[in-house]
């Protein structure tokens, strides 16, 4: 738009201006959304390995373990059974009631396909565990907590803040180790 009038260049600096405020009203509103609706879209501070949402809030609890799976994963298939029966045999029921354990499946029933709900749920049941199981496509919220690669088993203890207490790296989750930092923590 060409024009040297002072009018028209008044009015198109106004015009750029009432854009501007409109783009910040857009983002606004955007953000205002996503924290009332969706609870805050999962974003992150940069930098952060703590994991903004979570999948199963419950007030009550002071520690929050993430384990990280897939149903044709060995190592898995034998940790997990022993996790539970720790879980279930060396917590009190009011520690139990203090420890919300999740299950990310990474992957479908073999390694290369997506995660989906409909297999972590099946996957929980022919272990029949005891703990919430969500399906982690595209290896999202392992990614938030270890950088490179996909090798599993691997888990995370993390306090009531969300804040990393343990990391256990991929292939190196020592089931007793676990436990001992979890019962360290409850006190």
Request: charged share 20%.
């Amino acid at each position: 738009m060409k024009c040297g009038n002072a009018v028209c260049l008044g009015g198109v600096k106004l015009l750029r201006i009432t854009i501007k405020m409109a783009k910040r009203q857009i983002i606004q509103f955007v953000v205002l959304f996503c924290v009332v609706f969706l609870g805050n879209c999962g974003l992150k501070p940069a930098g952060s390995n703590e994991l903004i949402t979570d999948p199963n809030p419950n007030l009550g609890e002071t520690l929050s373990v993430y384990l990280f799976s897939a149903p044709w994963c060995a190592e898995c298939n034998r940790e997990l059974p022993e996790i539970k029966l720790k879980y279930l045999n060396e917590l009190t029921a009011a520690q139990q009631t203090r420890v919300k354990v999740t299950v990310f499946v990474v992957t479908g029933k073999t390694g290369g396909q997506v995660a989906t709900q409909e297999v972590a749920e099946e996957y929980g049941k022919s272990l029949e565990l005891p703990f919430t199981m969500m399906a982690d496509k595209y290896y999202r919220t392992y990614r938030s907590f270890f950088e490179e690669g996909n090798a599993i088993p691997a888990a995370v203890i993390l306090d009531q803040s969300k804040n990393v207490i343990q990391l256990f790296e991929p292939g190196t989750t020592d089931v007793n180790t676990l436990f001992e930092k979890i019962k360290t923590n409850l006190k």
